[in-house]
């Protein structure tokens, strides 16, 4: 029966080690180290004997994370304030009320100081912090879908929560160059390569899960050539049909089909 129960037990264990692994998969939202501090209290302040000031401060925030501070104020003349690394402030409050602030990587926002001052008439004054941690990227559409072997293909990448994306990847293998255009919306070259694979965008906040709509295939073409007549006399009039075809992917070839007869050619553009 002891046996039964470690093993159950053992099991269980795993399993939530399991879960949580899966759990911190490409989409997912992974706390960063400052998200992480804000909900162990790190902003919670209170103060009641003016005059006093108390500022907190907490590093390693990722773009994107939101940080809500309730602020509880008993004098018109006692203050909050939000400043981030550089000084600059971002938020700040005279009465009671709640504040929202999301990590954008401006202003050396990714630290953050949270400053709670009274000055007259004792009494409690609190600020109370939680951190709703940013949102891996997520790509929901690529076009176009393929392109040639050799890469250099311009391609449209479509979803979400791409501000401040470190890296594009086609399969295991970097894009030639990307911009961000806006959170939604990235163009990235693509490198060389083969067959089909994933286009994964990364940012401090992880990595996009792959998915059907993030696929990207590298196009084989192949050509044939036929003859009107074959065999053919001397003199006798031959059309030839050279045929290119894509052997993956929804493109159509493009580039140039010579014919050369000799040290003769005739050019043709499909």
């Not at 998969?25 to 902003?43: E, K, R, T």
């Not at 479509?158 to 890296?167: I, K, S």
């Not at 073409?221 to 030839?240: D, K, M």
Request: hydrophobic letters at 35%; proline letters at 3%; charged letters at 10%.
């Amino acid at each position: 029966m002891r046996g039964g129960m470690g093993a159950r037990r053992a099991g269980a264990v795993l399993g939530a080690a399991l879960a949580a692994l899966i759990g911190f998969g490409g989409g997912q939202a992974l706390a960063s180290a400052g998200c992480d501090a804000v909900n162990a209290g790190g902003f919670n302040d209170a103060l009641a004997a003016p005059p006093a000031s108390d500022t907190k401060t907490i590093s390693n925030f990722v773009i994107g994370d939101t940080i809500t501070f309730v602020i509880t104020i008993q004098a018109t003349i006692d203050s909050w304030r939000l400043s981030s690394g550089n000084n600059t402030t971002l938020d700040q409050a005279t009465t009671s009320s709640t504040h929202s602030y999301t990590v954008t990587g401006a202003n050396g926002d990714t630290t953050l100081n949270s400053t709670l001052t009274i000055n007259e008439a004792e009494g409690n004054r609190t600020v109370t912090a939680s951190c709703v941690a940013a949102t891996a990227p997520t790509v929901t559409n690529v076009n176009p879908n393929s392109g040639p072997t050799t890469g250099g293909t311009g391609v449209a990448i479509t979803g979400t929560n791409f501000t401040g994306a470190t890296a594009v990847k086609f399969g295991s293998t970097n894009a030639t160059s990307f911009t961000v255009n806006s959170s939604s919306s990235i163009t990235a070259t693509s490198p060389a390569g083969s067959g089909t694979v994933d286009i994964t965008v990364t940012t401090a906040a992880g990595t996009s899960a792959t998915s059907a709509a993030d696929r990207f295939t590298y196009a084989v073409t192949t050509t044939t050539l036929a003859s009107s007549v074959n065999p053919s006399s001397v003199g006798q009039a031959v059309t030839f049909t050279a045929t290119v075809a894509s052997t993956s992917g929804s493109r159509t070839p493009t580039g140039t089909v010579t014919f050369k007869d000799g040290d003769y050619a005739r050019h043709r553009n499909p």
